[in-house]
């Protein structure tokens, strides 16, 4: 009885998978956009999109940027988008190797920077750290919070960014002695800024965090340090294997328009490329862009990631 | 001969779906790491100590369920007491939860304990009621005269545990023994969030290389490692103890009697574990509930983080149980009954190995085989569900009297016959359990539906651990909101199931 009940929702599955299997071949054609999940354009946008262009996008979100990268790589066989947004410049080497890769453009960038816990230093009476090279002083010690680089896009910005700051061969000691301060790891951003940094909801016990420049804006009494800082760019661009190369190429330029890039800051935490466009008042007083981020090459990243993680993993399991 | 051609034919339906879901796309990643001089990560350092790291932890895990777990399982099921279907129903939950919440919990309950002690808890939070569950089963079943018997011999308790009871829970042990092992060397999200990157397995080493360096040869080498590992501990499972016992549900019994004084010290310890590792992390997720967060359930989150509402990710996650349900019900019924048909038990062994393989090499895999489409997902969920269908259905087989069987082909019944009349009826409690288990395997899979499951198909896991690990008080309190209701529903669930059985034997 039970089974004769199985096979027949077995039976109906099936039939149900050919039936939608029609479906979605026989509806109209549309841009199907890969992003990633911190990626927001409104449906009003994508509406006054449709009305200049008549072209209807569905965003596909795949996950952060490098689960985005790797899945737009593994399915180049059997595209899952036309084009993607939000590819940064720690992967774009990765898939303009695997060659998914058509014309791409800056939209957006970011700054990975330190905040600190304007509070916790108040209330202990002590000097807030001004550069990353305070961090590895006693004072600080068992004071900061940093992602781990081999799990978190944020830990391997900043790891790219000691880099760039100290130089190939000179980086290592500056972990070491970060290590040797009690640096805490922790596997994500969440992780460490929501639970484990005193300035946040979480109210943890570290007062210092690797996060953005931009988190001031959304956090009372924290401050970003302008040293070190990782300047992550964002891209939009064609695939190889895209249907739609002219609707995908208006949609990069809509992203360009300014309508699109104001809201860039409110909704995604990130500054726009453009210039022409100002930034909301809290980012413009309190969250403004790095002025001396360090800018590390994609070809490099993308060469060298693996040696890095190797060395900075030895370094933190020994 | 007929006969034979026939049977062929059956088990032919049943090895298609699993070398065409498993072991395709299984071999296809193979193909594409097994190139050059591959061999060559077998020599590396870091390898040897990565797959070190995992069969130690694996083993203090388990060590740890069954030296908690076989008291638990005495105390929860041979002794009666208050509140006992309660208890039984709260340890339970945690096996269900998906191990990203469970990993947050125990983050915040236990962060200042070092990596590995977390790692170990969280072992002990997720395993423990398999071990409870499995052993308890047997144990309640167990002939109270016999221990009264031994008892009058003048055999103390102790002797009469070893001597008596402990061969007959033999199987039980180890086959829990084994189950928890496999859990804990494929252990995925776990190590990944509290492991912190300090410490890495098997598992979230073949995740590393894949998603940051699509280093294939690595992450081969690794998922060769592992399978390696789940066949010989499958092989060391048939010779010690003939392990074919499955996860039996335990039902209630009225046999047990009321706890001695002198069995205090591990009734403590059992209250111990239940308090402080079940319950106390499961209190900081509902602790944590907010009315709002509730409400923010039917948007996406702060910052449209999500393609999809919690409520429609909970659509989909319904849907694949119901598809991956059903499929590993087929397939695994059919494995188990194909099994209990004949001696070639060797053929369930290809049926088994999905439970020992990554699931994160079966989501890539997934992935360059069969595309993105939303059928992958459940397809992978009643791939790693067959095993444990089968693993509860086919020693409930076994344990069918053949007696039945023989008088009723005597009296002319055919085969439908036998199955509708005499083997159906005896077989609903197991049967009952296995499409529970599928159903959990399918809610809670995570490695795989974290590569396959995105845009308007993502998972309840998957929208969760979206939710969790991205900024956002919002996005923190819609988490712990679907959570919370996660963790009541199936606790509301695992009670009535209860309730249920008890009223159906009253009857």
Known sequence: MLKKKYLAVVTAALIGISISGCATTSEAPELTVAVHDSVVISDEQLAEFKKETGITVKLVKAGDAGAL???LIL????????????????????????????????????????????????????AAPETIDDLTRDEFRGLTVVENPTTSS??????????????????QSYWESLKANDVRIDSGWEEAYNVNFSGSAGKGNYPVVLSYSSSPAFEDDTVSIDDGCFRQTEYAGLLTGGAQVEGAKKFIDFLLADSFQKTIP????????????????????????SLNAVVVDSKLINANRSSWLKTWDAIFKN | MGRNLQKLALWAVPLAFVVVLFYWAIVKLLGLGLQQNWFAVFGDQHFHSVVWFTIGQATLSTLLCLLFGVPGAYVLYRRKFFAQSFIRALIAVPFVLPTIVVAIALQTFASSLPTIIVILIAHLFLNYSIVVRTVGGVWQNFDKEIEYAASIDGANQWHTFWRIMFPALRPAIVSATVLVFLYCVTSFGIILLLGGGKVSSIETEIYFSLTQFLDFKTASAFAIAQTVITVSVFALSKVYGNANAGLEQASESDSSSRIKLREWPVVLTTAFVVIAVLVLPMLQVLMRFSWQGLLDLGGTGSRQLLNISVWQATGNSLRNIVIAGCLAMFFGGLVAWLLSRNRWSWLELPFLLPMGVSSVVLGFGYLITFGAGWLTVPLVQAVLATPLVIRIIHPALLSLSSEYREEAIMAGAGSWQIWRLVEAPLLAQPLRAAAVYA?????????????????????????LYQLISRPGAQNYSMAMAACAILIISVFAISMTSALVQRRRRSF
Do not use: R
């Open chain 1, 266 to 289: 409110d909704t995604m935490y990130m500054y726009p490329v453009s210039t022409k466009v100002a930034l909301p008042e809290a980012w413009a007083t309190k969250a403004p862009a």
């Open chain 2, 439 to 463: 159903s959990l395997v399918s809610l809670g899979e995570f490695g795989a539906a974290s590569l396959l499951s995105f845009g308007d198909q993502a998972t309840l896991p998957v929208v």
């Open chain 1, 154 to 171: 944020t830990g391997l910005a900043f790891l790219a960014a000691t880099v760039g700051k100290y130089g190939e061969g000179k980086w």
């Open chain 1, 69 to 71: 990268t790797n899945k």
């Open chain 1, 75 to 126: 399915t180049k066989d059997q595209p899952i988008a036309d084009m993607f947004y939000g590819i940064d410049n720690t992967f774009i080497g990765a898939a303009a190797t695997a060659g998914i890769l058509g014309d791409y453009k800056a939209i957006d960038f970011g700054d990975v920077c330190f905040n600190y816990d304007k509070q916790w230093f108040a209330t202990h009476e002590q």
